[in-house]
């Protein structure tokens, strides 16, 4: 039987969500109008005062937010509440630019650890379960987000951080872990080092593992599940909203239940900024409705994906949205094709690989050139020159009919592509230096 962390909030029938979502955005935009200047100037520009916000049908007439507006406004421009009362402060990995800094009240954090607590009830978390929490802890909100989930569930929480493998392993089984929390990448890492060790699913004692952070495909999904004797739920969340847990799946796994009680998600045409019906692909973007220190209203995530109200099986009544295929700027364009690294790794796990490859792109006279580093596993190593051409050529193939364009694939040996402890590194872009 499905069960619920807040079931009258997470099965709430939709004319009362929509009340409750146009109450709480009325509150909002009032809220950043009197409280965050650099927002107010934003809604004046466009000649609006918080009365022209009624519903959750006017949404649309408010300007978006995007990463150069937080860059801009770093690092106090968009704080809705005084220092004083915030307590937190968590913070992205940014490679490019400006960090992001996001700041939380006390109630922030409870609401941020509830959508987490969710996430864990939804994958079967009870205060029987032992829950290991694998993602880093500090800036990054992994960590700190399914912690306190944890805690609010009553799970024994172990506190491990990413790395360390051997010793994440030996606390699996020493303390009997029935739930994992790391990054899709790490668990398939850590899957791989038990098999080494000589373990199988039933020397394992997990039963679940909430896994996100980043783009995993179905296919990583079911290797997972299958070398660790699990069931994968995916998670969702972004740095500037909270962290994990603005949207999780539930047992039916298709597409992740938005936490619509505190989050309205749209999804754009992400060149002309015009809101697209429900089931067409585009950006998703996120109006925060209940945020006290960090209101975002209509961020643009730049995460490419499809919203579905469709009902679910599982009994939530939240929009549900399909795992994000990459962000907008992690997609390529190699030769003037759109590749998302995702649809690489598709083809590769189809064909018996693991999640272990680099896309390394750059540009020689004038046209890209576009390779792929891909690991072979233990299984199927061969240092015979035949087969391994034959290998790469049916890799070349096949990523050519998914791609639409031709790829160089070098087969390397086990073990040779540095291993990821959070989120992985899949593309060298040279034609960026
Ligand atoms: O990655 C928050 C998080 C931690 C989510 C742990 C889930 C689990 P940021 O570092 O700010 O926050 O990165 C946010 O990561 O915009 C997506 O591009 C990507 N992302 C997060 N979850 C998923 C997912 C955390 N389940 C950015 N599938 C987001 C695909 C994801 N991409």
Same mark, same amino acid.
């Given at each position: ?79 809705? &509440? ?35 607590? &969710? ?104 290797? /997972? ?9 995916? /998670? ?26 505190? #989050? ?70 190699? &030769? ?44 199927? #190593? ?52």
């Amino acid at each position: 039987m499905e069960r619920y962390y807040q079931p009258e909030l997470e099965c709430m029938p939709r004319e009362e969500m929509i009340q409750l979502q146009n109450q709480r955005l009325k509150q909002q935009v009032r809220h950043v109008w009197e409280d965050v200047p650099y927002y107010r100037k934003k809604m004046e520009a466009r000649g609006l005062t918080p009365e022209d916000i009624q519903s959750i049908d006017d949404l649309h007439k408010l300007p978006f937010l995007s990463k150069d507006d937080l860059r801009e406004a770093y690092p106090y421009g968009l704080l809705g &509440r005084p220092l004083k009362d915030c307590v937190r402060i968590q913070s992205t990995s940014g490679t490019t630019g400006k960090r992001v800094v996001a700041f939380y009240t006390q109630k922030d954090i409870d609401l941020w650890e509830e959508c987490c607590a &969710r996430a864990i009830v939804a994958a079967g978390g009870t205060d029987e379960d032992v829950c290991q929490v694998s993602y880093g802890y500090g800036l990054f909100t992994g960590g700190p987000g399914l912690n306190g989930g944890s805690h609010k569930v009553g799970c024994l929480t172990i506190p491990t951080s990413s790395g360390n493998t051997d010793r994440q392993i030996m606390f699996i089984t020493d303390l009997q872990a029935t739930i994992l929390c790391c990054t899709p990448s790490y668990a398939a890492y850590l899957g791989e080092r038990m098999k080494e060790m000589g373990m199988g699913p039933d020397d394992i004692p997990l039963k679940a593992g909430i896994f996100g952070a980043e783009a995993w495909s179905e296919e990583m999904r079911r290797d /997972i599940e299958k070398t660790m004797g699990i069931k994968a739920y995916d /998670i969702y969340g972004l740095t500037e909203l909270s962290g994990p847990g603005v949207s999780f799946e539930c047992s039916a796994q298709q597409g992740m239940h938005i936490n619509e009680d505190h #989050f309205i998600a749209e999804i754009i045409d992400p060149d002309t900024g015009e809101v697209l019906p429900e089931g067409e692909q585009g950006e998703l973007v996120f109006t925060s409705i209940d945020k006290e220190a960090f209101p975002l209203l209509r961020y643009r995530t730049r995460d490419i994906c499809v919203l579905t109200r469709e009902k679910c099986p599982c009994g939530r009544t939240h929009v549900r949205m399909r795992k994000p295929r990459g962000r907008s700027d992690d997609m390529l364009i190699i &030769r003037g094709v759109n590749v998302f690294p995702s649809q690489i790794e598709t083809v590769l796990l189809n064909n018996g690989y693991a999640a272990n490859y680099q896309i390394i792109v750059d540009r020689k006279d004038n046209t890209d050139t576009f390779d792929v580093h891909v690991e072979m596993t233990p299984e199927m #190593f061969t240092d015979n020159l035949s087969e391994v051409s034959a290998m790469q050529k049916k890799l070349v193939d096949d990523l050519r009919s998914m791609l639409g364009i031709k790829a160089a694939v070098t087969l390397v040996a086990p073990k040779t592509i540095a291993r990821s402890e959070g989120k992985a590194v899949r593309v060298v872009d040279r034609r960026k230096l």
